[in-house]
């Protein structure tokens, strides 16, 4: 019999011992923290090693290709990851949400936006492809790197499986099957680069990367279902989920027009080798994105919780939850600032340093996107979508019309500036305008009056 149904209290963490007697007393007892805790902890760890491993093997893999070459790849993977936006659907967060609020719905939450995903990243490879194909010639370079990196789109699907262990505060089961994948495909690229293999080879590992998380949550999502055999109703459920998440699918859009666009415009008005530079360096930059949705994808089943039963300490937690967001930006921000030149020479080589400029300035984007992301759960249960989509829209224009004027003028550090100056309109300023509770609470501010 277990604790639980022996109504005994479960245990602390042996860690708990360990902190001092005021912070101890504090944490004693308090169980669903150290559940979210402990989930957050697989997350993080998963992650920042995901993250490295990205920054390591990119780094040897874009020293071995050039600036060049890396630019064909990074070209390709943003036209991409417009049409893994599209296939995601926008559901991820309504989904988590709705589990955690009734778990008797899993099932079919869960079989119809796998069913939905699955349709969508079909058709959306079938016409990447042709469309590439069309554009630059059958059997053009570009389209068989769009035939291998697009077909990450059909197994983007089974990140389904991920949204029930979000759901579930069990992200220690996506974590493995993630860390398995990073592990086996990056392998497959240093082991590319040792036997000197073409650029198409790299866009396989890809590919192999996304088939194999795909697999690993499968056998993962064995040893912990549901409950109940996955149903669909694509009429029924599809469309009310469709109802309401197609503001995220064109906030998603939006965001892509922000945050790489950029890449294709410089492609096309400064070359591939430009572009390659680009790519590299900032990865310096985006590369700390994961700590804001590790975070916030972690605590959003628990404040979705809280907020129905208190939403006072709800609206302080979140409060709390921005104030760490804009410290730990800020402070990422100002280290890659001061040392982004060293940095650039010693992992990607001489080769990117025209780079530092626009990773001085890109990094600055680091402080609205950890607060844009900070939002979502805010948003998701206050049924805000559409000032999200306001944020995005707006963004998204600003970010074209600036890389227009920016690029032929700046270079890639024109591209930085739009960033950072079209994030922050759609992270911060939209909020100062039109939601000034959200942006009071992205101060860390929670008063009555004014929330």
């Keep these: 019999m277990s604790l639980r ?46 993250a490295l491993a990205a920054i390591v093997v990119s780094a040897w893999v874009a020293r071995y290709l050039g600036p060049e070459e890396y630019g064909k790849l990074a070209y390709i993977l943003a036209i991409v990851a417009v049409f893994q936006i599209a296939c995601a659907l926008g559901l991820d967060g309504i989904v988590v949400r709705d589990i955690a609020k009734n778990k008797e719905e899993a099932s079919l939450l869960l079989g119809t936006t796998f069913m939905m995903r699955l349709v969508a ?14 554009v630059f010639g059958w059997g053009n370079e570009n389209m068989w790197l769009s035939l291998f990196i697009g077909g990450s789109l059909i197994f983007q699907a089974g990140d389904t499986i991920d949204l029930w262990f979000q759901s579930q505060v069990q992200s220690r089961r996506t974590v493995l099957a993630k860390f ?41 999502y064995q ?28 906030s998603g859009l939006s965001v892509y027009i922000y945050m790489r666009v950029d890449q294709v415009m410089i492609r096309n008005i400064l070359g591939e080798k430009e572009l390659g530079i680009f790519s590299a360096v900032i990865a310096l930059s985006t590369g700390w994105y994961f700590l804001p949705v590790t975070l916030c994808s972690s605590l959003l089943p628990s404040l979705s919780k809280l907020r129905t039963d208190n939403k006072e300490l709800y609206l302080k937690r979140t409060a709390k939850i921005f104030r760490l967001l804009l410290l730990l930006s800020i402070g990422i921000s100002l280290f890659i600032y001061w040392q982004g030149e060293n940095l650039i020479a010693l992992i990607f080589g001489e080769k990117y340093i025209a780079g530092h400029v626009a990773l001085g300035i890109h990094v600055f984007t680091n402080i609205s996107v950890f607060l844009g992301v900070g939002q979502s759960a805010w948003i998701l249960n206050e049924k805000k979508q559409k000032l999200f989509l306001l944020q995005t829209l707006a963004g998204g224009a600003t970010s074209v019309l600036l890389n227009l004027m920016l690029i032929p003028k700046y270079g890639i550090a024109g591209a930085s500036i739009s960033a950072a100056v079209s994030m922050f309109i759609s992270a911060v300023l939209i909020n100062f305008i039109f939601a000034k509770k959200l942006f009071y609470l992205q101060l860390g501010i929670y008063k009555k009056n004014t929330v």
């Design 223 to 250: 040893l912990f279902k549901c409950g109940q055999k996955w149903q669909f109703r694509l009429k029924e459920r599809g469309k009310i989920l469709l109802k309401e998440s197609w503001p995220f699918i064109v």
């Design 180 to 220: 398995i994948a990073v592990l086996i495909s990056s392998s497959l690229r240093v082991l590319f680069i040792v036997f000197k293999a073409p650029l198409l080879y790299f866009a396989v590992a890809f590919f192999a990367e996304t088939a194999i998380v795909a697999v690993a949550l499968a056998i993962s």
């Design 121 to 134: 990243g079909l058709v959306c490879w079938t016409g990447l492809v042709f469309s590439m194909a069309i």
């Design 5 to 50: 149904e022996n109504n005994m209290p479960r245990p602390d963490p042996l860690w708990v011992k360990l902190l001092p007697a005021k912070i101890r007393v504090r944490m004693e007892g308090r169980h669903n923290l150290f559940a979210v805790l402990h989930n957050s902890g697989w997350l993080v760890a998963d992650k920042v090693f995901r």
